[in-house]
């Protein structure tokens, strides 16, 4: 995603964006929605989260272009984007799984509540 151009309004720059830069940041910021907000994503997380994006964009690309041409050269050969397809998934999953294992704070009772609890039962 491009770095936003000193000088230009918000809406100028979001014309200047591609469907596909569209498509990574909007991926990216419902992302980082999901994590909890910016204020939550770390400086190592967000690189992170950038990839994703980038990752579930291009596979729709090439997918969507192996449509059009079809998985196979005229010469009877795989074509490059097949082998880089098949691939993706699994660079799909294993952002997703970084991502996704971050530990985050849950709600717990406090300590007098716990032990109300432990002695009521």
């Known amino acids: 995603m491009p770095a936003p151009r000193p000088g230009l309004p918000q809406v100028v720059e979001?014309?200047?964006?591609t469907p596909s830069q569209a498509k990574i940041a909007a991926i990216r910021d419902d992302v980082i929605e999901h994590l909890g907000g910016g204020e939550h994503v770390t400086a190592v997380?967000?690189?992170l989260v950038d990839d994703f994006a980038?990752?579930?964009?291009?596979?729709?690309?090439?997918?969507?272009?192996?449509?059009?041409?079809?998985?196979?050269t005229k010469a009877?050969?795989?074509?490059?984007?097949?082998?880089?397809?098949?691939?993706?998934?699994?660079?799909?999953?294993?952002?997703?799984?970084?991502?996704?294992?971050?530990?985050r704070a849950?709600?717990?009772?406090?300590?007098a509540e716990a032990i109300?609890?432990?002695?009521?039962?």
Do not use: N, Y
């Open 14 to 17: 979001a014309q200047l964006l």
């Open 45 to 47: 997380m967000a690189p």
């Open 54 to 72: 980038f990752a579930v964009v291009e596979r729709a690309l090439v997918a969507a272009h192996l449509a059009a041409v079809g998985p196979l």
């Open 76 to 103: 009877g050969k795989r074509r490059r984007a097949f082998d880089l397809w098949c691939k993706w998934p699994a660079r799909v999953e294993a952002l997703a799984v970084k991502i996704g294992l971050e530990r």
């Open 106 to 111: 849950v709600p717990t009772d406090s300590l």
């Open 116 to 121: 109300e609890r432990s002695s009521a039962s």
